[in-house]
RNA sequence: GAGGGCGUAGCUCAGUAGGUUAGAGCGACAGUUUGUGGCACUGUAGGCCGUGGGUUCGAGACCCAUCGUUCUCC
């Protein structure tokens, strides 16, 4: 068993997209790529056949604070790690509860040893260091697992952000120290990502960058990013990220997000992305499709008999009409919500195997541009 | 036939001793959601207060009539 490995096996002549191979002990990831958000374990309203089957995800997310609170380190490690308690044999990347540390503010101290957190469920409070975020990823058993950071919110003042970067810095260095002594658990290779941070402040971005690249990673992300920045800015900073990060090693773009954004992002050099808009966008009746987005629950759909997307490929979404849909969700019925979801995750796993497609072709950026235009239509 | 209750937003109802542009919940309509605690959050529209008279500076409220509805008794 090994870490994994990237390859670079198409540069668009276009941009600065890149279409890649993500080679790791659960199997093949082709880049660039979606991954759906299982925080819990489960990718919400959605069967880990239908996964296979009909979105065709390549890898999921899992959450460090989420799972360690439920069902807890000791169940996930008599089932021998998060693939088998779950039935899921295709690779899974841990977020580390970073991002917590900004969704949960309020729950939350950060001291220089690592948060504090009081359970959203019971109220009772953890320590999350850099060393047990790694200890407990080694137990969920995720095949990338994700370095310790802070994610401050936007906007915050330079010395601030400067504080945070360095606090996920030393972070860093104990996260790569704990990761290196440790061993792999169940048989396969696991692989720490490093964060970049430094908000919207150019020279901290580049120090972050450098900073991160010198710990030689197999892989590297952009954190702190589309927590409520302008869109130009979201893009602005990917671009200066990935300039300054390794071209030999996939770049993942964490939380980002709307589909335009996720094409904007691989015309800048993005190889990953995760984003929970297309399951909690889709349960409150936000459909993304081939031809634009559809609010489900609008009076206009009632009586539109069309498939869901006549543009997708996919079983269901040319099964069911936006009508039913619509009916489903005024109803309160639990198949609207499976609908939606699938819907939205089969969109966004086409959509980067499009756009993987146009990179390989050639011309990456004229075919973004167009279908930019398209997928970012209010029907 | 006699007596009583009730008629206020699409629905279920609040409306204090008669006092500014009559409220709520649900529903409808629309918007928001970016490394997921929360099928969540925000907003908008919609009422000659059953109808017609009257008392009063002023009536959804008080009086009379009338229509509808409902209950009890004969």
Known sequence: MAALTFELQTQSKTGSARAGKITTDHGVIETPIFMPVGTIGSIKAVTQQQLKKDINAQIILGNTYHLYLRPGLEVLEAAGGLHQFMGWDRP????????????LANNRKIKPEGVIFQSHIDGSKHLFSPEKVMDIQRTIGGDIIMAFDECPPFPSEYDYVKKSMDLTHVWLDKCVHQ?????DKYGYTQNLFPIVQGGIYEDLRKASCEYISSKNAVGNAIGGLSVGEPEQQLYDFTALCCENLPVQKPRYLMGVGTPWNILEAIDLGVDMFDCVMPTRNGRNGMIFTSQGVINIKN??????????DPGLPNEMSQYYTK???????MADEILGLQLASIQNLSF?????GEARKQIQLGDYSSWKKNMVAQ?????
């Open 179 to 183: 990761f290196d002594n440790t061993p």
């Open 348 to 352: 966004y796993l086409w959509l980067v």
């Open 92 to 103: 899974i990347l841990t977020d580390s509860g970073g991002y917590q540390v900004f969704s």
């Open 299 to 308: 009076l206009k759909w009632a009586k539109d008999f069309s498939p869901l």
């Open 323 to 329: 009508a039913y849909c619509r009916h489903l969700f």
């Open 375 to 379: 997928i970012s239509q209010r029907l």
